[in-house]
């Protein structure tokens, strides 16, 4: 009998909130092995679940007053950059340079 919905998002829960590896995944504890939670996860990925479940928890969230704006922040890496933003050749690396060669 496979794993109920509940069970797996708790696996998947558990990897994301803990940091493990999947195969570290207490069965015992969330109800699904740590495969069983992965392929539930490569599956409701694949369906497109979670762009949807973010609009229904926004939206339950909106309706009960307790989505708070003030506190929000846009994360540039997930947002489409208007116009295609600068192109490549435009940025400036942030990080350290390249060390010299020695040969």
Do not use: F, N, Q
Not at 77 to 95: E, F, M, Q, V
């Amino acid at each position: 009998m496979p794993a109920d919905d509940r069970a797996a998002l708790r696996g998947i829960v558990y990897v994301l909130s803990k940091g493990v590896s999947w195969r570290d995944v207490p069965a015992e504890r969330t109800g699904c092995s740590g495969m069983t939670a992965w392929r539930r996860l490569r599956d409701w990925t694949e369906a497109g679940v979670w762009p949807h479940l973010h609009e229904v928890l926004l939206a339950e969230l909106r309706a009960t007053g307790l989505l708070e704006m003030d506190d929000a922040a846009i994360d540039g890496s997930h947002i489409r950059a208007l116009k295609g933003g600068l192109t490549p050749d435009l940025r400036r690396s942030i990080g350290a340079g390249r060390a010299a060669s020695t040969t």
